[in-house]
């Protein structure tokens, strides 16, 4: 599976093709990673291509992804016209105020911001996407993300735990 993620810098973009491969690698799969972003940083556009799947990867650039995550517009504007025919668009409505025009891929727009803020913390809405991802293709079990949350957030920051927890289920119950 081919995978785009892409939003403002600081949205957690690469923080979900991040935790969606080291989710796979720890089930076995054959993954890379490879973020892409310029002298913007916070606030500028920021994506990183992501693979998963059983067979070796010939190369690390996604051109034309099977699910492109899109959490602001100009990602959608960007990407939307890439992904493959049979592939799924997942978008933040809250920041995606333009639908993409396709009948060839499943699109779910979902109000990530405001769920994130519902949890608590804006910091989550990377989480609400990671959600819906596993939800819809089953890529990584949820298990494998929670242990691996864990571990990363029980040194870092122990309190977000929970939040990041609940923003997975629930965009996984987006996605049904």
Do not use: H
Request: with cysteine; hydrophobic share 45%.
């Amino acid at each position: 599976m081919k995978l785009i993620c892409s939003g403002f810098g600081g949205q957690g973009a690469l923080t979900i093709g991040k935790f969606l491969a080291k989710a796979g690698m720890a089930e076995g799969k054959e993954v890379s990673w490879l973020p892409s972003y310029g002298p913007e940083m916070r606030g500028g556009t920021a994506n990183v291509s992501t693979i998963i799947t059983e067979t070796p990867i010939a190369s690390p650039l996604v051109t034309y992804p099977d699910i492109l995550v899109a959490l602001n517009q100009p990602s959608v504007d960007k990407f939307g016209q890439d992904i493959k025919k049979g592939g799924l668009l997942i978008a933040n409505s809250d920041m995606c105020p333009n639908e993409l025009k396709r009948d060839d891929i499943d699109i779910i727009y979902a109000p990530m911001t405001k769920i994130a803020n519902e949890i608590g913390s804006i910091k989550v809405l990377n989480m609400v996407a990671i959600g819906i991802v596993i939800g819809k293709t089953n890529l990584v079990k949820y298990e494998t993300l929670e242990n691996d949350l864990t571990a990363f957030l029980a040194k870092k920051n122990p309190q977000l735990l929970e939040a990041n927890l609940i923003a997975i289920k629930k965009g996984m119950a987006l996605a049904k």
